[in-house]
């Protein structure tokens, strides 16, 4: 069956398109939420509008999604992960982990959006793609560093009061 779409519909076309797609699909996905319509002479002038409109807005997000890749490759993100004296993380740092680190920098970056070949297993500094669009990406420096442990921060306590007790003066026999 062939149908002009109204909206861009993933993976099938964009506004104003032509398609063919199964008598199913159209009469229980496409036509019932108003993707898409019978091609006719009414419903080919009514997509035309709705064409010009859709290329506009795509050219603002396209716009907006530059500027954001922009912005994400002067980032550097740095991670904490608990790992072995050798630099090897008992877990992982993926691309949800990254993911997480970005929203909480003030970028909506969903995992899907963070290409990895495979999960860091190690502390080490590497560039990570983020793709935002077709032909806009953005690279992000991701730092991982070992988080501190509980002996870590009792080694920091020690050394604060050692600190604390030279800043003090000596109490002498008049004191």
Do not use: C
């Amino acid at each position: 069956m062939k149908l002009l779409l109204r909206k861009d519909v993933t993976k099938l076309g964009l506004v104003g398109d032509l398609v063919d797609v199964s008598e199913g699909f159209a009469r229980n996905y496409l036509i019932p939420h108003h993707l898409a319509l019978v091609p006719n002479k009414g419903n080919l002038k009514i997509i035309e509008v709705e064409k010009k409109q859709a290329a506009e807005e795509r050219a603002r997000v396209h716009e907006f999604l530059k500027q954001t890749a922009a912005k994400l490759s002067t980032i550097e993100l740095t991670i904490s992960a608990a790992a072995n004296p050798e630099g090897h993380l008992y877990g992982s740092v993926g691309p949800r982990d990254i993911s997480r680190a970005l929203i909480n920098e003030g970028f909506s970056i969903q995992p899907d959006q963070v290409r990895m070949d495979e999960p860091l297993k190690r502390l080490d500094t590497v560039m990570v793609k983020v793709h935002l669009a077709d032909e806009v990406e953005a690279e992000v420096k991701v730092w991982v560093v070992p988080e501190k442990t509980v002996g870590d921060l009792s080694e920091y306590d020690q050394s604060k009061d050692a600190t604390r007790d030279a800043d003090q003066p000596a109490a002498g026999p008049d004191a």
